[in-house]
């Protein structure tokens, strides 16, 4: 099961910023949080991740509570071009050294920029 | 534009008939990945190669085949479909398996089994 939980749908206004928020509170120490969105037919397109410290990028920013609990994705200026499902995933460890993992998609968010 | 090349983009077969997707990457990475999307869901991991061996099997059907024939690239062969398998076929790969680094996703085979 997804370790993440998030809200189905969000909307934005153009030029705003949109504050995707993600809740993950079982993730364990070693589990890095990603972020991934998929435009209509296409696949899963990477932004950014982090393990407990903020993350920025040319595409958004990553907010990571300090107990790492949750997590905000901020994209700065929302454009058309945003709308897309964010998916927010932790990378489950399948050893106890974090020797591989995998990632398991919850339902993600469906966010609409609108003009 | 994805690194990551899904062919071919749709793919329409029966019940009875073999067909395989294939999926290639020139990035030098260790690690692939399929996964299926069914509509409005999202991806599910199906198997992972590492190093062109076989690391992970999600309980998959033996309808479907993975083979790595090298660290570039990755196929799917399918056989005896049921119309349930209609779905997106997912290719992803990255650096390593073990490790943090992101996988990075082809766009995927649209699959409809008649």
């Known amino acids: 099961d997804a370790k993440t939980t998030q809200p189905p749908s969000m909307d934005c206004a153009e030029g705003r910023a949109a504050n995707l928020p993600c809740n993950h509170s079982?993730?364990?120490?070693?589990?890095?949080v990603y972020w991934y969105r998929q435009i209509h037919s296409q696949g899963p397109q990477y932004i950014i991740h982090?393990?407990?410290n903020n993350e920025t990028n040319e595409m958004a920013s990553l907010i990571i509570t300090e107990d790492r609990k949750s997590s905000t994705l901020i994209l700065p200026h929302a454009t058309l071009r945003d709308t897309a499902v964010y998916y927010c995933?932790?990378?489950?460890?399948?050893?106890?050294?974090?020797?591989?993992?995998?990632?398991?998609f919850g339902q993600g968010t469906e966010l609409s920029v609108k003009p | 534009d994805t690194e990551v090349t899904q062919t071919p983009k749709h793919l329409v077969m029966g019940m009875t008939n073999k067909k395989s997707l294939k999926c290639e990457q020139h990035?030098?990475?260790?690690?692939m990945y399929w996964y299926k999307q069914k509509a409005k869901k999202p991806p599910e991991l199906m198997f992972v190669?590492?190093?062109?061996?076989?690391?992970i099997n999600e309980s998959v059907p033996s309808r479907f085949s993975p083979e790595c024939p090298n660290s570039s690239l990755l196929n799917l062969h399918l056989h005896a479909l049921q119309p349930e398998d209609s779905a997106l076929y997912l290719c992803?790969?990255?650096?390593?398996?073990?490790?943090?680094?992101?996988?990075?996703f082809g766009d995927g085979t649209r699959l409809s089994i008649l």
């Open positions: 992803a790969s990255s650096q390593e398996f073990q490790g943090n680094q992101p996988q990075h």
């Open positions: 190669y590492s190093y062109e061996k076989l690391s």
């Open positions: 990035m030098g990475h260790r690690a």
């Open positions: 982090g393990l407990k």
């Open positions: 995933i932790v990378r489950v460890s399948l050893t106890l050294d974090n020797q591989g993992g995998k990632l398991i």
């Open positions: 079982t993730i364990s120490g070693n589990e890095y």
